[in-house]
T-cell receptor, first 114, second 112 residues
Framework: GQQLNQSPQSMFIQEGEDVSMNCTSSSIFNTWLWYKQDPGEGPVLLIALYKAGELTSNGRLTAQFGITRKDSFLNISASIPSDIGIYFCAGQLGSGGSNYKLTFGKGTLLTVNP | ETGVTQSPTHLIKTRGQQVTLRCSSQSGHNTVSWYQQALGQGPQFIFQYYREEENGRGNFPPRFSGLQFPNYSSELNVNALELDDSALYLC???????????FGPGTRLTVT
């Protein structure tokens, strides 16, 4: 099935550093979401974006919905060890039936060294 | 407020067998979506149920089927299990189909 292009695949950073990851698609989406998944658990919703150009923050996390509707990025400021995990972007087209499905990237594995 | 719950946590089945996975949606949510997540991949959409009706399906064969009950809980059934069906199966609920989806902890299915 279709997947979004998410980069980087993995990151290894020092505690306190800022992190940036992004997601691109060949087709537009009307909603972009960012999730974090810890090993053996389900994805946890971090941020939802509903409007092109929208910039939304959730604590140390900031995400933006690209103007073209084909991309989004997530920034994490002042990383801490509990930020370790896999971050997934997901796009939703909306407007009926299978268009409500979420299409996911392959994830970015973040490791934070204390 | 109780979140999305799934059962069982882990399951081991033999090729050719059938399996039923269960999901209880978050309170106030009438939409349930099911996803399959293979190791090292993002979740792949199987299907969605809204008010007890299938409301969209991904590229999965008919041996993947589902149900949604009047209390909005849901089941995923897989017949004639194949080795490639080994994965984490995730259930997500949302207040309505177009709103953000909240995931349960998943069921780890191993087919031998």
């Amino acid at each position: 099935g279709q997947q979004l292009n998410q980069s980087p695949q993995s990151m290894f950073i020092q505690e306190g550093e800022d992190v940036s990851m992004n997601c691109t698609s060949s087709s537009i989406f009307n909603t972009w979401l960012w999730y974090k998944q810890d090993p053996g658990e389900g994805p946890v919703l971090l941020i939802a974006l509903y409007k092109a150009g929208e910039l939304t923050s959730n604590g140390r996390l900031t995400a933006q919905f690209g103007i073209t509707r084909k991309d989004s990025f997530l920034n994490i400021s002042a990383s801490i060890p509990s930020d370790i995990g896999i971050y997934f972007c997901a796009g939703q087209l909306g407007s009926g039936g299978s268009n409500y499905k979420l299409t996911f990237g392959k994830g970015t594995l973040l490791t934070v060294n204390p | 407020e109780t979140g999305v719950t799934q059962s069982p946590t882990h399951l081991i089945k033999t090729r050719g067998q059938q399996v039923t996975l269960r999901c209880s949606s978050q309170s106030g949510h009438n939409t349930v979506s099911w996803y399959q997540q293979a190791l090292g991949q993002g979740p792949q959409f199987i299907f969605q149920y809204y008010r007890e009706e299938e409301n969209g399906r991904g590229n999965f064969p008919p041996r993947f089927s589902g149900l949604q009950f009047p209390n909005y809980s849901s089941e995923l059934n897989v017949n004639a299990l194949e080795l490639d069906d080994s994965a984490l199966y995730l259930c997500a609920s949302s207040p309505t189909p177009e709103y953000e989806q909240y995931f349960g902890p998943g069921t780890r299915l191993t087919v031998t």
